[in-house]
């Protein structure tokens, strides 16, 4: 099992950057893949992006602006988001897959105002 504490949320003006962080814990050898979603007010949570460590992918709402990045030694995943955009409004969830199945984080609200 992998426990997963988001950071780094907040409010943010249109066009500005904001960074979030996951640390993980337990199982962390298990983890194949981690990711980070999200979802905004009456719509279905999305993939933002993902990564294996060697591959990563993004949603073509972010690809250009944001970058999935991880911290071995610190057993933390980040997500740069430069550039940000009122649509980016959203509670953003880190996850991880593995082994033992999925894992979810508590999520954090990223507001970007126009």
């Known amino acids: 099992q992998v426990r997963l504490v988001e950071s780094g949320g907040g409010l943010v003006q249109a066009g500005k950057s904001l960074r979030l962080s996951c640390a993980a814990s337990?199982?962390?050898?298990?983890?194949?893949?981690m990711g980070w979603y999200r979802q905004a007010p009456g719509k279905q949570r999305e993939l933002v992006a993902e990564?294996?460590?060697?591959?990563?992918n993004y949603a073509a709402s972010v690809k250009g602006r944001f970058t999935i990045s991880g911290d071995n030694a610190k057993n933390t995943v980040y997500l740069q988001m430069n550039s940000l955009k009122p649509e980016d409004t959203a509670v953003y969830y880190c996850?991880?897959?593995?082994?033992?199945?999925?894992?979810w984080g508590q999520g954090t609200q990223v507001t970007v105002s126009s």
């Open positions: 996850t991880a897959w593995g082994s033992w199945g999925t894992s």
């Open positions: 990564t294996t460590g060697s591959s990563t």
């Open positions: 337990g199982s962390i050898s298990s983890i194949t893949v």
